[in-house]
């Protein structure tokens, strides 16, 4: 009988999954003995891509918390507030319309068919915005503080799979504290609004952090042509456009990454992002439309689009990189979801603050966390032949 040896700490895979110099590749799926759950790929593409999914869908739910944190310690007034203006997808009485068939208490449904009856009669609708809180400040700060201190932490792990999930975690923390809250502090202050509410049977303008969130399309521009060109990018998108721009043709990516943890979240963060603006924009009634043929091709390519990615995710080999591509493949297959919610064909369950959202988002991605990291950690055993006698 061979003896066996256990394959040394740390990943033996680089970030395409295929195995570094000098370090022992694990066995295939069932090749040896107590290898199983740790190699076989369908648990690897299964516990990758929940762990996105719960990312994505407890992202949300946290900052329907939040609101609820702000509004129970703060009660926010838009008395308060300053004047607002609103930046719609559709004509102002189309909004308000929207928002009248939502309202759910008799005083919203005064306040807001009064002014339904004014815009479809070309007088104007005087509303607020509401005040900056020190909840929501308070918030933005922790939130981006706690993704840095994690970040930091990153840098104390050796194996690329948990840097990696840290750095997810990281991500989602500070695109949600520096950013989402970050221009909800600007939209507050500057009376910028995209939807309408009744707050306290007062008008108030409400959602104008993806007024400004829109137009950062300049900035991503930016950040997208520095990945496009930069030589040392494993983005699998930036390495397909250097093999095929009509540039000169460099030596693709080589060399040890060390962490992997700054990298994740900043492709968690960039990739938010990107399909943030990439739906604010196919919404705009002004360039396409809620129902146009863009946002309807947008719905099916992500269809088709997420299929092929969670196909790709489940050929990759090694956890560290399952879980960096989960996090394209899951958000590309989380955009049909975010369209079928905009066109009114199901509730989002992750906005509805009910003790079933909570076990199922949050306790699910606790759970799917604490199983993917164990599963990362566990040391695969190889059979190594006995020597020749």
Request: hydrophobic share 50%; charged share 15%; glycine share 10%.
């Amino acid at each position: 009988m061979g003896a066996v040896t256990h394959i040394p700490s740390g990943n033996p895979y680089n970030h395409r999954g295929t195995p570094r110099l000098g370090v022992a590749r694990p066995p295939r799926a069932g090749a040896a003995s107590g290898s199983a759950t740790a190699t076989n790929p369908w648990v690897r593409t299964v516990l990758s891509a929940s762990f996105m999914l719960l990312m994505l869908a407890a992202a949300h739910l946290s900052m329907m918390v939040v609101n609820a944190i702000e509004a129970r310690i703060d009660a926010p007034q838009p008395s308060a507030g300053i004047p607002a203006r609103m930046f719609t997808d559709s004509p102002l009485d189309v909004e308000i319309a929207a928002a009248l068939t939502k309202a759910s208490t008799p005083e919203a449904k005064r306040v807001l068919g009064a002014a339904l009856a004014d815009a479809r009669a070309g007088r104007d609708v005087a509303f607020r915005t509401l005040p900056v809180t020190p909840t929501l400040v308070q918030a933005a700060l922790l939130l981006t503080a706690l993704g840095g201190l994690l970040l930091f932490f990153t840098t104390r792990l050796q194996s690329d799979a948990a840097q990696t999930i840290l750095g997810i975690f990281a991500g989602n923390l500070i695109w949600t504290g520096g950013v989402e809250y970050g221009l909800t502090i600007a939209a507050r202050s500057l009376g910028v609004a995209k939807a309408m509410t009744v707050v306290n049977g007062q008008l108030t303008g409400i959602y104008g952090e993806y007024v400004i969130l829109k137009h950062t399309w300049g900035a991503m521009v930016l950040v997208g042509a520095y990945i496009a060109f930069l030589e040392s990018s494993r983005c699998p998108i930036s390495v397909w456009w250097r093999k095929v721009a009509p540039a000169r043709k460099a030596p693709g990516p080589a060399g040890r990454i060390d962490n992997f943890g700054p990298r994740s979240a900043f492709q968690y963060a960039t990739t938010v992002w990107g399909f943030y603006l990439l739906l604010l924009w196919a919404y705009d009634e002004t360039v396409f439309g809620v129902h146009s043929w863009f946002t309807n091709g947008v719905m099916f390519a992500t269809l088709a689009g997420g299929i092929y990615c969670l196909w790709r995710l489940h050929q990759h080999r090694g956890w560290g990189p399952a879980v960096r591509y989960s996090v394209g493949a899951v958000i590309v297959a989380w955009t049909p979801l975010e369209i079928a919610g905009k066109w009114n064909l199901f509730r989002a369950p992750w906005i509805l603050l009910q003790s079933s959202s909570f076990i199922v988002f949050f306790g699910g991605l606790a759970l799917g966390t604490g199983l993917l990291w164990h599963a990362s950690r566990r040391k695969p055993v190889v059979a190594e032949r006995a020597p020749a006698a």
